[in-house]
Structures are given as C-alpha cells and as structure tokens.
T-cell receptor
Framework: EAGVVQSPRYKIIEKKQPVAFWCNPI?????LYWYRQNLGQGPELLIR????????DSQLPKDRFSAERLKGVDSTLKIQPAELGDSAVYLC?????????????FGPGTRLTVT | DQQVKQNSPSLSVQEGRISILNCDYT??????FLWYKKYPAEGPTFLIS???IKDKNEDGRFTVFLNKSAKHLSLHIVPSQPGDSAVYFC???????????WGAGTKLIIKP
C-alpha cells in the first residue's frame, strides 16, 4: 500500500512570493489533515478535510493561507504571500475515519524556507 | 499554554537497556493518547496508543502506561535497539473532537 505522498520535499522562496504544496493521501482515506511543524515542536493542525469539506480550518491563517481538496482526494495548500515566519515543515496526514480511529498516517513533509 | 508536555528534549540509553519516555498533560478531558515515532526527513509514524479507560497497553517491545490521577503517561521500550533512535511524540485527543494535541517531542539516542 502506497503511503501519503507529498511534493515538493523542499522549497526555498523569497518572502512575499507564493508557494504551494501538494498531497496525495492513502487510497480510501476520507480524512485529510495539513499540519505545520516548527523546529523543536510538535505538529500544529492547520486544516482538516472530511472528503471535500473543510470541517475545521480554525487555525488556518486565512489572510495568506488557502487550501483545497478537489474530488475528495488530492489536496493543495497555498501560501500567498509567504512571510519569514512561515518557514517550517508542512505535513500532510490522512486517516480512514477521523472520529473512529485516531491513527493518522503522515507523509514525509515539505520543508519550506522563506528568505 | 501547552496541554501536552514532554519535558525531556533528549534521552540517551544504552543498547539493550530500557528506554522510558515521559509525557504530562493538563486536560482531564483527553480520552485517548498516542505515541508517534519520527525519523529525520520523514513524517511521524504511529507507534502505540492507549484509551483513558486503561492503564497499560503493550505491543511487543513497547508498553505505554497511563496514570490518570497524575495526568502522566510513559512509553517503555525494552530492550532498546539502535533502530529506536528517533524523536518520539506524545499526542492526546480531547473527547469533544477528533483533534490531536501534540507534545514537543523527545529525541531518543540508543548508544551501542
């Protein structure tokens, strides 16, 4: 079984530039999560999708961050414009049912560096 | 306000000995706890979990203990192996929703 796929693995951009991250979850997983992880900290949830619907985006900085999950499969997370403080690892995770199983499967992450 | 705390940033253990990783929490409404393991340049991988109605769960070399009165859980690895060297995250789920609250992680180093 293929795991969660993320691309790119690394991205370096200048501040004020846009950037996008892509995630392909495990086949059959209806719940998809985007996390941000800063150095020395645990993952912080940005947004959770149940199929196509964003059911919790309360921690997503909506002035500059946006996300979409078309057809309830792949998802894209975008930052525009990026700021220096956005440098972090962006993790995508998926699970079969958010409320039934608590185990989430993570991709390798995208390490973003904003200069 | 950190609801899940892992107070040891790192831990060094001799191969073959027991590794004990600790996690404290403040929210009594957490009903499920998980441990994840993370290697460099990889995402976290699920290791073991425990429901708040239990005080122990064992899976091979890994055992998680939960002390609800102390709001404390620990992960025991015995015997420790070189491949166990990784960052270990403790995560907790409030009973009111799906979200996982994560600790900052403990880096475990297994010395040969």
């Amino acid at each position: 079984e293929a795991g969660v796929v993320q691309s790119p693995r690394y991205k370096i951009i200048e501040k004020k530039q846009p950037v996008a991250f892509w995630c392909n979850p495990i086949s059959g997983h209806n719940t998809l999560y985007w996390y941000r992880q800063n150095l020395g900290q645990g993952p912080e949830l940005l947004i959770r999708y149940e199929n196509e619907e964003a059911v919790d985006d309360s921690q997503l900085p909506k002035d500059r961050f946006s996300a979409e999950r078309l057809k309830g499969v792949d998802s894209t997370l975008k930052i525009q414009p990026a700021e220096l403080g956005d440098s972090a690892v962006y993790l995508c995770a998926s699970s079969f049912l958010a409320g039934v199983t608590y185990e989430q499967y993570f991709g390798p992450g995208t390490r973003l560096t904003v200069t | 306000d950190q609801q899940v705390k892992q107070n040891s940033p790192s831990l060094s253990v001799q191969e073959g000995r027991i590794s004990i990783l600790n996690c404290d929490y403040t929210n009594s409404m957490f009903d499920y706890f998980l441990w994840y393991k993370k290697y460099p340049a990889e995402g976290p991988t699920f290791l073991i979990s425990i429901s708040s109605i239990k005080d122990k769960n064992e899976d091979g070399r890994f055992t998680v203990f939960l002390n609800k009165s102390a709001k404390h859980l620990s992960l025991h690895i015995v015997p420790s192996q070189p491949g166990d060297s990784a960052v270990y995250f403790c995560a907790a789920r409030p009973d009111s929703n799906y979200q996982l609250i994560w600790g900052a992680g403990t880096k475990l180093i297994i010395k040969p």
